[in-house]
């Protein structure tokens, strides 16, 4: 008994089994996205669907064309760029954020706003 506890204890002195660490694996996807006209036609609802996430993690980019949009938990990143395909006006933008579900609405850019007569002679 005596010699098997001396064993035991060489054993673990010089332990040939390593410690496995289990390390956090963060993924990166891209969040789903829903797009659609508001009621009187005047600009777009977007809705990204972002589960789990804070609301101070998510960062909401937005230019005439463009969304962009990221947001992250513990053990996911989230992630997208989008083209909208009418121009917007991002000044104007309001959006919401409430259980996993980014809620933008915002109208759409005036394009007669810069646009200037033009004499034909």
């Known amino acids: 008994m005596v010699k098997l506890l001396a064993e035991i204890a060489k054993v673990e002195e010089k332990s ?3 410690e496995v660490k289990e390390e956090a694996i963060t ?18 609802i ?20 463009n969304l962009i949009v990221y947001g992250e938990t513990d053990s996911l990143n989230y992630g997208g760029l989008y083209q909208l395909c009418c121009p917007i006006d991002p000044d104007k933008a309001k959006s919401t954020y409430r259980n996993g579900l980014l809620k933008i609405e915002v109208p759409y850019l005036d394009i007669m706003k810069d646009t200037v007569n033009i004499k034909i002679e």
């Open 46 to 65: 977007i809705e990204v669907i972002l589960p789990g996430v804070e609301k101070d993690t998510i960062k909401l980019k937005m230019n005439k064309n």
């Open 16 to 18: 040939d089994i390593e």
């Open 27 to 44: 993924r990166t996807i891209i969040p789903e996205i829903c797009t659609y006209e508001n009621e009187d036609s005047t600009g777009y």
